[in-house]
């Protein structure tokens, strides 16, 4: 029988390690019994609706090494575990990054942030309706979109790369650290790898159960973010129904070099609009050699939403991704 | 595993319904088949010092297959192939992009199947698959031979035939719950008979590999092998045609 | 009139229990032995429960017991629409059909899960329109409304009517209610400027802080029960009713409670809490149910949404000459209010039209229930009228202002379906308001670019009728001299229990902390009060409360002449004595006169002559204090006309044309509440009420699948409650502080205008900055705004209710 509600917590192994060989150790030994923990913003929910049941949950917020913001040889290394208030007030982001400083300051609101982490705002999982309602839908395993049917309520899901589950990602630094071309640092009991944000994404067409490469046994335990795109011209921008304490309808992180008053370079970003932060390569052709005015971002804005494919009551999201664009490269 | 065959889930109003099929039963199958399949390749072995000579390739050359059929063969045979790597991606963990390719697959295959139905009665000799109650005596007594197909032959045939429609089928159910550029899914199929067609389709593929495993095993049996080739060429020998085949039943015209 | 305590500030006993969070409310409380009730509510929108199977959860360990419908009502469930404590039918998701009880909550919780209900599945409909139409599905068993003493009807349109309305023409069918004054041909041919639109507006779950959780157990025959209400008394009688405990052995106990918002001011709203006093009764263990946010959103119920059609009439002048107007309204899973027809009442209180039709239909859908919600009519149409006034000052080239001034309600104004204004001061307000915010200079520069960017300036106003009579009143002067004041009004947030008892300290002249408010719990003797519902109790209870302290100060005054000689009229009171006006001299303490009191007893203590009128349950109170101190005891007669709460609110916003988004910069609403008893309360109230007010116009949502019937829109995040970033630092406030004359201290309520005048200032600015386009819509959100904009549009249902509007 399925209650409606439940709001309360099973039982559950909780695990708090305090050293990373430890954490990695139960990671594996758990594998998807096992649920990683941080600010916890993602998971309550989950667990006390009993609508994923893990045995055992794994607390990441002991271990320090996965804690903090340091300088690199070739640019910024944030701990997976650094809570998005630090990273929001960090003066050596707010410095060079100010991009990812004020995505992480537009998560949610200041009571999430001060327990959420950057590594919980990435890793978070969709938050369609009818998923976290519980259904047992595709992306649960099972066999159907509830969100796509031609009556869904479907206003704040996919307009791109939909494959049967039209879910978006719910992210607001991950557009940023997209944008900011950082390269995740994924470790494992076997060792560590490392996978470009863009590629850190992954949609329903290549697995429809899981938003991101991390597989059982792994951790992002860290982003990493290249000094190429340090202090660079940045725009960033959340429209959502409500200023706090809301995921985005679109939002938008954009990093252009600019020299001479043209635009040498830029990586721009959507999220909110696919399962994965989209990149719009497109318009960042376009923009290459053209100065950051009114007159480009309305050449360019359009091109933005080429191959959009609205469902029900979504459609707003194509002027309005249009528009965002719009006020990222005339700054 | 839990050694179930069925799958369940809640529906979207809490109840119990089919989900699909246990992809556990995935391994179960893969295990079986190759265990199968070894056996007979070892009992084959020890045999093979008391068998006949392998009858000779040169000579005079007969057609078996037209070049029409087998076309057929080799397209169906490489959808197939498709459809079954890309339908057990997801289970076996491999992120690839797989239900487009799934899909054109899918239609490849039904296309022509539904081709070969057509050709199978008004242009072949449909009678030469037939599987009569005496092609069974015939695996018993080394004195009968086939007309044109074995009892195996025969038996793969119309095992493949029932396979291959059963996935055809559900797989078309299915196809048609999915945004295709030919139109939009409506989630209007009740999810019981949603989840029936899942386990229809999961367990028609579960048939499919083992079948299409067989098959592949047998069509490399060295003893066979010139059936292979017949498929590729579209001739066999006349005296692999005297080893194996009853000439009263089956006299096929001599290849150019 | 200079007053004492009237019209001043001061601190409500509650509250630095509210500031420490020391105060408890019903989830705070702890017994010997209890346990733990969850629910397991419908997960389909409409279904018939055809068997329960609870033995396996009954065999868990630390599993007490199950409570079905079966077991509260075991005659049958009660005909007709109506929250059910429980039900074998639910007509929607998340209405309870049995609780579980256990040691804890995961036990109870994980006993849920063991227990299998098996449903008959039956049709659904989640828009009225939809069941409306011939061959739509019903939301009951047996119809798609109830009409009163009639039982359940079915009410179908032809599909051609259906389209048409949907379609935006006037609705051709006829309707349930059909209320009309004037004569509407001649009135609109008398306009120069006629629009008629059609418009919708949704309904959207009350989600109030505080859940309806209870607590509940036996002792000794008695029933004690806690729970979360917005009224007391009322509250405790008809709760005792519906435990089936005689109301002389039931305690209601309720001090604080976390907002009520309409739906928790009667007990047939919160039937409920009646489950673990049921519970407990059967299992004999006291019982404990926290109800968790996303049960609140289905037991909580919602505001009831609108399907309209609305065509007014101005004349040259600015007069608003007619108002014709059709209202499909949504009952939801258990029957609804009267919105539709306040909706109508409003607008002709507020612009008064020479002519007015109204016609109403209520119809069910399986979504949550239905019931009042602040400002129940008047609120959601507020939203609606204020655009269309504007667009008809617009067009006759009147100044926005002035041409609410020239409709405006004023002290007598009637009609011939409302009684004359005890008093009303619209002018006023307006020109306050209008003063305050300096709205000349502003509406300079309405419309005004900048960049993306525009300017908006709106003009809200807002009215319920804000007061009752009729209820009774208790006041004890104690023996050692201080004033006990019994108050049967509930603590919902506003502290008008306390702001009412003020009215008797007033009259005795005692100062606030010789006072003792009594109050929070039903067995603490407390007199009968109307329900904290419709803006009425600041007007009801300064009434009996004013009338209670003056039946004490005529018993005192009899004492003093009885004791010290001279006539009644010679005395008067002042530092807590009664005195000879002659001789001040000559005078007794308040204690001296109150242990006189005892002495005498009869009247004086309330042991004889009760006024007649008084209620059953004020006289069990009376009956329980008698002899315990000098009584005052009141029974308030009715008072006459309509009384009248208004506010008029004004906004200023800046409108982003390329995110739908914008910001309100400046806001301020005015209230002409008669005098102001409470002027921190009232800054509170106007407040509150234009956060609220921004969420109707902005925000606020009731989604549900309509393929499924899934509720999509549970929780504060879903239901888009606007936060702290989403309405202005600064809201400015004031009043218009005139006595209304029908009530001892000039107090008329204000709670619910003060919301629709805010959301009508919203929707006005919003639609000001839009050149004065016409939505049609309550809320207007961000996707509406750039849909608008950029000319896309939705793949919508026009009017659709529980849906978006795209």
Redesign the interface.
Known sequence: MVATSHDVMPDIELYQPTDEANALALARELGTNGWLLSGGQDTYGWLKDRAKRPGAMIELTRIDAWKGIRETADGIEIGAVTTLTEIAENPLLLSRYGLLAEAAGKVASPQIRNVGTLGGNLCQDTRCWYYRRGLDCYRAGGNLCYADSPEALNREHALFGASRCVAVSPSDTAPALVALDATMVISSASGQRTVDAEDFFIGPAQDILHMTVLRPGEILTAVRIPAAWANAEYYFEKVADRNVWDFALVNIAAAMKVSGGAIEEARMVCGAVECVPRRLRSVESAVRGMPRSEQTAEQVAALATEGARPLNYNHFKVPLMQNLVKRAVRG | MDGEIVRYKRDVWGEEVILGVSWDLLWVVATAILILLAAHAIIMAVLANRKMDKPSSEGRRVNRHHVVDRAFHWIMAVSVLVLIITGTAPILGWRIAWLNIHWIAGLVLTFVVIFHIIRAFFWQDFKSMLLGPRDFGEPFDSAKKPGKYSFEQKGMHWAMTVVVLAVIVTGVVLFLQIDTPFWDRTNSMPEDQLGLMFLLHGLSTLALIALTVTHIYFALRPEKLFYTRSMITGWISEDEMAANHDTSKWSPKEAE | MAYMHIGKDFVPQDAPGKVTGRIKYAEDYARDGMVYA???????PHARVLDIDASEAMAMDGVFGILTADDVYPDGEPDGTGLKVLTNEPTL??EPILAVAAVD??T???A??????T?E?LPFVLDPLDSLQEGGPDAYTGGNTYIFRQGFAQVKWTADQVAGFRSGTEPSAEAQQDVSFGDLGQAFSESAFVYESPFSTAGYPHMSMEPRSAFAYWENGKCFLHGSSQSMTPVAEGMAAIVGCPVEDFVFINEATGGGFGQKARPNSIPSMAIPAKFSQKINRPVMMRI????ET?IGGARQGFQGWIKVGFRQDGTMAALDMYIVSDNGGKGGGGDAYSAADAIVVLYQPSAMRFRGTAVGTNTGHRGAQRGPGQNQIAAIIAPLIDKAAEELGIDRLEIRKINAHETGDGNARQAPATSAYMPEALEQASALFNLPERLGRSRARSG?KITGIGIGQGYHDAGRSGMDGIVRLMPDGRLQIHSGVGNLGTYSYAATSRAAAEVLKMPWERCDVIHGRSDRHLPMTSPQDGSNSIFTNTRTNFGAAMDLLDKMKEIAAMDLGGSVEDYDIADERVYQTADDSVGMTFAQVAQRGIELGGKYSGQAEVPEGISDFTRLSVERLAGSALMGIYNDPRHEGNVPGLTVSMIEIELDT????YEILDMCSIADCGTVVHPQGLANQLRGGAVWGIGLAG?ERH?Y????G?P?S?G???S?I?????VPDNMGTGWVDLPDPENPVGARGIGEPAMGSVSAALVSAISDALDGHFFGAAPI????I??H??G?????KALAQN??R?
């Not at chain 3, 969850?38 to 389909?44: D, G, K, N, Y």
């Not at chain 3, 849920?112 to 209900?117: P, Q, T, Y």
């Not at chain 3, 968790?292 to 049960?295: D, H």
């Not at chain 3, 699948?705 to 499924?708: A, G, I, K, R, S």
């Open positions: 969850r629910l397991l509510s419908s997960p389909i998701i998340g909550e995961k109870a919780e994980d849920l899960e063991r227990i299998s209900v449903f599945r968790s946010r996303e049960e289905f993306s390329e995110t739908g988004k925000y989604l699948d309509p393929q499924n899934l999509a549970t504060y995040w879903q888009k606007p936060t702290l970033l989403d959100t961000a996707d509406m750039i849909n904009l950029a896309t549009s939705e793949n919508a849906n978006f795209g």
